[in-house]
T-cell receptor, first 110, second 114 residues
Framework: DAKTTQPTSMDCAEGRAANLPCNHSTISGNEYVYWYRQIHSQGPQYIIHGLKNNETNEMASLIITEDRKSSTLILPHATLRDTAVYYCIEGTGTASKLTFGTGTRLQVTL | DSGVTQTPKHLITATGQRVTLRCSPRSGDLSVYWYQQSLDQGLQFLIQYYNGEERAKGNILERFSAQQFPDLHSELNLSSLELGDSALYFC?????????????FGPGTRLTVL
């Protein structure tokens, strides 16, 4: 079973930042936080991952709290194409499977 | 386009039948994963292969089996199909087979069991 908790759904206006929270209060010291998203019924797509430092790439930023019990995925300028289900997943670097929860359904609107 | 290909895109069959889903990983990726997405269970990991060997197993039914061939493509065999097996089946691939390498997902095969 997934060990992270996320809000069921969120809305965001196009052009604004989308901030998607995730709680992972039982995360172990060697577990990373991974974010994937699934647009409609397409295959999931990797976004970003981090261990304890904040991370940024061309798609998003990941902010991890100092106690590592929660994190926030930030899409700086959301577009309609960012409408998707976003999954926050924890796992060690040596693990292999992704354990998906129910995710957050992000709706970006005009 | 992730570089992972899956065939067929759609499959409609009857209960009790057997089907084979095929996956070709990205060039250079040694590991293949299979996931099932159904309305009631969400996205679930089924099984992983790395360079031809089974590496991890998830909630895969005994009626289901998979293999990875020397050319690294993989097949998922589903037999004695039931209505509840109707789902989207995704294949993913990665270089090393650990979470530190991105899993690239294919477009999926939609299986409908009537």
């Amino acid at each position: 079973d997934a060990k992270t908790t996320q809000p069921t759904s969120m809305d965001c206006a196009e052009g604004r930042a989308a901030n998607l929270p995730c709680n992972h209060s039982t995360i172990s010291g060697n577990e990373y936080v991974y974010w994937y998203r699934q647009i409609h019924s397409q295959g999931p797509q990797y976004i970003i991952h981090g261990l304890k430092n904040n991370e940024t790439n061309e798609m998003a930023s990941l902010i991890i709290t100092e106690d590592r019990k929660s994190s926030t995925l930030i899409l700086p300028h959301a577009t309609l194409r960012d409408t998707a289900v976003y999954y926050c997943i924890e796992g060690t670097g040596t693990a292999s499977k992704l354990t998906f929860g129910t995710g957050t359904r992000l709706q970006v609107t005009l | 386009d992730s570089g992972v290909t899956q065939t067929p895109k759609h499959l409609i069959t009857a209960t009790g039948q057997r089907v084979t889903l095929r996956c070709s990983p990205r060039s250079g990726d040694l590991s293949v994963y299979w996931y099932q997405q159904s309305l009631d269970q969400g996205l679930q990991f089924l099984i992983q292969y790395y360079n031809g060997e089974e590496r991890a197993k998830g909630n895969i039914l005994e009626r289901f089996s998979a293999q990875q061939f020397p050319d690294l493509h993989s097949e998922l065999n589903l037999s004695s199909l039931e209505l509840g097996d109707s789902a989207l089946y995704f294949c993913a691939s990665s270089v090393s087979g650990t979470l530190l390498d991105t899993q690239y997902f294919g477009p999926g095969t939609r299986l409908t069991v009537l």
